[in-house]
């Protein structure tokens, strides 16, 4: 018999293919967010659990956890929605996917850019709407991105492939991280030691934190006033490190020109006035998606159960 396998989330077809043939796949017909007591019931009696994006894996959840299941892997690189005390405490193996969002990732943060800065939500929606009226010289004019100045906050793999980005922008590029890179993985940016002196600097500031307790909440009144007048920010790391009520204040005031968001704070509950703002430019956390990514993060979610099941060490935990 095979193995049983508790999947929480319908699969990208040639990650579902694949597990079928080596697991007893136990799922949901559809594709609804499913609760604490629902996944805990697909996993009575499984062997492993494949979780994604927004799952309560709290400590409840380890709590309640059938003694069968000895390892969860995310279908996702963040572990915030994981409790990893509670992990460790029953016992748990945690996996990831780490290394395969890099390319993706870094593609939306420039497609927010780009959208924030030339208003393309405004464009976008005149069109479908038949509002466009005629080409006129002040027509939705926005800011231009070739030859100002990038932020980055936080020089991981995105980070560093957002700013090979920018070079062919003619961007003049400053970042954040806890240590400064090797000249070799700056793409000629100028480190700063500490947020504050990076912030003056940023026309543009892209954000590609972790979300901590140090980094939650982090781009508040406060931050933001760093920032020199007119700054465009995006956001493809994690919701909560923006307090969205400041975010929306400097918006509405012009402090900023523009945000270019992916993710949210309760996403997909998102704080209604962001789509009552013109000067933003909204994704439903799309960061990842696309076909060859999702495969590739299917592929290192299995490959950690796989692992697992046949006795061999873990080629991603957490």
Not at 89 to 108: C, E, H, Q, R, S
Not at 210 to 237: C, H, Q, W, Y
Request: proline share 5%; net charge negative.
């Amino acid at each position: 018999m095979k193995p049983v396998l508790a999947v929480t989330r319908q699969l990208p077809e040639a990650v579902a293919k694949r597990a079928a043939e080596s697991y007893d796949i136990r799922t949901q017909e559809g594709d609804d967010p499913l609760s604490r007591n629902e996944i805990l019931a697909l996993c009575h009696g499984a062997d492993a659990a494949l979780v994604s994006v927004g799952d309560p894996i709290d400590a409840t959840f380890f709590e309640e956890l059938s003694d069968s299941v000895k390892i969860v892997a995310t279908f996702s690189v963040g572990t915030d929605h994981i409790d990893l005390a509670a992990a460790k405490k029953k016992g748990v193996i945690i996996g990831n996917t780490p290394g395969v969002l890099t390319d993706a990732t870094a593609d939306i943060a420039w497609l927010l850019i780009l959208g924030a800065a030339r208003r393309a939500s405004e464009g976008e929606a005149e069109v479908r709407n038949a509002t466009w009226s005629s080409w006129r010289p002040t027509h939705l004019m926005g800011t231009q991105v070739t030859g100002k100045r990038l932020g980055i906050v936080g020089m991981g793999r995105i980070g560093q492939a957002v700013a090979k980005r920018a070079r062919g922008f003619d961007m003049e590029i400053h970042y954040f991280n806890r240590r400064q890179l090797p000249a070799d993985q700056e793409y000629g940016a100028t480190y700063h030691s500490s947020i504050d002196d990076l912030l003056p600097h940023c026309d543009f500031l892209s954000l590609h934190c972790p979300s901590t307790p140090e980094t939650r909440g982090m781009v508040n009144s406060d931050f933001i006033a760093k920032l020199p007048d007119g700054a465009i920010i995006v956001n493809t790391a994690r919701g909560d490190v923006v307090n969205d009520g400041d975010l929306i204040a400097a918006l509405k005031s012009g402090k900023l020109t523009a945000a270019g968001l992916d993710v949210f704070a309760g996403e997909p509950n998102i704080e209604p006035a962001y789509r009552d703002l013109k000067n933003t430019f909204l994704l439903p956390h799309l960061g990842s998606a696309t076909v060859e990514t999702r495969n590739a993060m299917g592929f290192r979610a299995l490959d950690n159960i796989d692992a697992f099941i046949e006795g061999l060490e873990v080629p991603y935990p957490v």
